[in-house]
């Protein structure tokens, strides 16, 4: 199987378990502190569905310096959001 349908399968799962956890937390059956942990991971899928757009289809897996730089301000960013999340 090509580099470039895995990562597509991928992002199709990534995708399909963000949606499964936005519409458990959006119809209740997570609350407190499971519905921030669930808002959390929603974030978390989303870093990871960045991180594989740039490796396969940008192919930044070609590039490792590069890679490092853009995973390092992805990873960054995250971490912000991830911030500005759990204070609000």
Do not use: C, D, H, Q
């Amino acid at each position: 199987m090509a580099f470039v349908t895995r990562a597509w399968l991928l992002l199709l799962a990534l995708s399909a378990a963000s949606t499964v956890l936005s519409v458990a937390v959006a119809r209740g059956a997570l609350s407190g502190s499971a519905a921030t942990f669930g808002g959390g991971a929603i974030l978390a899928l989303a870093w990871a569905k960045a991180r594989t757009i740039l490796n396969a289809y940008l192919r930044l897996s070609e590039a490792p310096v590069f890679r490092r730089g853009f995973g390092l301000v992805l990873g960054l960013y995250a971490l912000l959001l991830l911030g500005l999340y759990l204070s609000g």
